[in-house]
């Protein structure tokens, strides 16, 4: 089965809240189209709809109005776990609060979406990432004996393993310093490189995003190109 | 995909982080505490129906007025069953002084087939026990016969046509106690010398009695074979139908020991429910994060459940394991009791064990963990992305019914188990509301309050639901302590005050009415207080109602029985002491109309209702009146109790024997042989055998129950680390907040520690009122004992409680102040 060029688009995405101060339309007939192993940035203010884009096109979330496509699928088509299973083996996440799971070494983490998804030569896999991201030596350590920068790291070797066609990326280094910051996009590239994946990078530091194939700032609920 | 592989890692891996010991020890503890005395009854139980062996000195003991055909002993062979022969009848033995009314009982070398013969070789030495009875050409007798004839061992005397040596002075007879009613002086003989003395002719009255013995199943289908063949004139008894007294021991221990395992349950139950919750709440962020790498929600609640089973299955083994050894250690801790030789416990216990791990850890885990699986992937991205509030009905519903279940299963007592799940329910019920009205106050009295005590207090009233579950928490682990307390301290003590040192041990009846002002004067000067001498009038009941008895109204053997035998009546002012009147209303005084007064026990067995009107056959003539009050009768004090008495009105002019019992301490026997002598017709009954095994009973109950609740306080101190381990996280992020805040890691000790000992005042006081009524309704309601109300409990449970939890949880919670603030805001991040 051939992968479409496109892995990820979005046609008249609407998403409307009903929040306790009343209804709030955080995107408004967004349009965006990505093709494999594109790098994209998303800029945009805190609170601009960012990390909802994200969700949307990640099928965590269900839009109010228009449509989604994930590596060809269309996710209003899908229930739940049929998104869950779209998924998995095909999206990498790195967040910024890194998400590992704290009762799992680095290794486990990284090897958890390969056994969920009953990947085989899952171990190699992971190892081979885990050695990518220069972590092999702290391979057995928890999360909570690893630096923040360090924490990423794992959290990109776990997006990474599967060898996904897209990478979605909310703020990766919005908790780490400029310098661990800069190293982290930098590997995000590479892999993404190395991967052929897609890679949607939510960032607010424009440095950053210079480095993607295009960046483009949400504002009012629609994207806007700035290139 | 192996979901079973995916299952066993996450599990290993959950393990290794620390996880899930909490969890675990609550369910080890469980499952070990059920086992342990699920093994130990089954060995128990056993033992306690050797104990009533002892007391027919056999399994199984038949009662015939004739010969018993040898058949009865050739079956019983050939099914692998020992057997022994008796004979007892009433005779006179001669010696120098002149003759004597003796109760002779000639034994074959099979007696006595359990239980032990103890003899005395000399006046001054010390007893022994005799592996069977006296050898041929020999007589063991009563120490106070030898008083009362003035002959010595060595003498000899003449019993029928025949001369048998004194060899031995008898001191205990497994089966004495079965006599009761004929006793005069005891004499034993060998039964080969029997055809010898002449004494037994096909017309003579006599007791012929065949003792079987052996593994319970054999005696079970021997009974079965023996019933249809039994003769009018024979009777079967077997060792559980043993004596009242005992009986009423061995049930009460039965109690003990049962309620001690609920109670563990119940604790141990909350344990567990604690610890889930914990683990849940830990993996919420995990799950979503699983979910957006793609694994379905079925996929996850498969693992999550072959988790958990996996999980409890290990756990319980474990405490399977832990449970045996306990059982073990009691054991031999009771090795006396025991004996040696009991057969080793049954696997059953294990099925027990394991299928109560997995049920209270399925029902106390698994809703919350389905609920789970629901989590939007979407809170990995944003944390404000709700988790589904795990529905706290259905958890509750789920536990409870799991609960409900294992009550219901364990207790054996359906009453008992209703009794206590409403109990359980009303009590969690109240918990919850009082703690939801004293964290508000403790909300309000945060706003009049400042620095330390206002941190503290608000962080307390901050989280309604948090503090429910923690000083619930806190409330059940100390409500064990102190449960065990009034257990130990008022319950078990009421038990063996139920039997005091001075319980009466010897009984006098037949004493004629003209003898009643003399004796009482003997027995006054001979220094023994205690002179309620009552009548005891024979009478038949014929009528209840316009009803008229008749045995065949009765499916029920023992209602038979009664329903032809003359029952024992009596008539007095007063009730008996230990006595409780439970429905009606006792007579005024000495001049109330003809009424009577019936045992609870023998009115519902009979039928007899209050009001109704009874119809006694008494020396010739009717007596009737209706049934005023119902008694409760402690039979295990041992003093004289009557299943019927009625007011002096309607018994007075009959005529009358009389009866007493009282305490003679060990050595009184020239008492004894003075008493027979001046009262020739009185018979006194030494009772001291079967006091001395009922007071074993409680004895060894008492031990075995404070055995058992030794895990109730491990479960108890579980679930208040539980407690404190609760609100750990939550902490973790506000303290480090605080701390960014520029509060000083004094302060922060400070307010925890008000918010700790809050929480335990508040606990320790909840624990304390349910403690005191729970055992005030054990006492009165289950074990019928004297409930007095303990004022140190109070001060112990609210004061120790809030000590003991103020610091614990301080200490508990300090590491997470030593961490430098940053730490711990990014962890909590
Ligand atoms: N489910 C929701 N309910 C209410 N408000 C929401 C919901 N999802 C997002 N929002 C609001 O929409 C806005 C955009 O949020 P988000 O996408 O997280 O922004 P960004 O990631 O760009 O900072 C924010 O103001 C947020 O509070
Ligand atoms: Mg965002």
New interface residues.
Partial sequence: MSEPRTVSQAIGLGKHVNGPAGGLTILDGLDLEIGAGEAVAILGASGSGKSTLLSLLAGLDEATAGEVWLCGRRIADLDEDGRSELRGGRVGFVFQNFQLLPTLTARENVLLPLELTGTEGAAERADAALERVGLTARAGHYPRQLSGGEQQRVAIARAYAPRPSVLFADEPTGNLDQQTGEQIIELLLELREAADAALILVTHDPRLAERCDRRLRMRDGRLESLT | ??VWR?AL?LLR??WR?G?LYLLAAALVITVAAVTAVGFFTDRVETSIERQGSELIASDLAIDSSAPIPQTLDAEAKARGLATARTVEFRSVVVADQGPRLVNIKAVDPGYPLRGELRVRQGVDTLDEPAPQGPSQGEVWVESRLLALLGVRIGDTLGVGETRLRIGAVLTQEPDAGRSFFNIAPRVMMNAADLEATGLIGPASRATYRLLIAGEDERVASYRDWLEPRLAANMSAESASKARPEFATAVDRAARFLHLATLTTLLVAGAAIALASHRLVERQT??V????????????LIRIFVLRLVLFGLIASLVGCLLGWLAQAGLVDTLSGWLGEELPPPSAAPLLVGVTTGLVSLLGFALPPLLQLAQV???R???RDAGRPRASAAITLAAAALALGLLILWQAQDPTLAWKLIAGVLGALATLILCVLLLVRLAGGLAGRTRGVWRLGLAALARRPSGAVLQIGGFGIGILALLLLAVVRLDLLRAWEDSLPTDAPNYFLINIQPQEVEPLRDFLAESGIERTDILPMIRGRLTHIGDHQVEPSDYQDPRAERLATREFNLSYGTEPQPDNRIAAGAWWPDAEAPPQFSVETGIAETLGIALGDTLTFWVSGHAVSGPVTSLREVQWDSFNVNFFVVSSPALLRDEAATYITSFHLPAGSDALIAELSRRFPSVTPLDVDAILDQVRQVIDRGVLAVEYVFAFTLVAGLLVMYAGIQASLEDRRAEHGILRTLGAGRRALLGSLAVEFAAAGLLAGLLASVFAETTGWLLAEQLFELEFSFNPWLWVMGVLGSGLAIGLAGTLATYPLLIRPPLQAL??A?
């Fill in positions: 995909m192996n995916i890692r891996r959950d982080s996880e962020d995990a979503a994060v699983m979910r957006c790498l793609g694994a379905p929600r079925r996929l939007t992937p979407l990995a991205l944003r990014r962890r991040g």
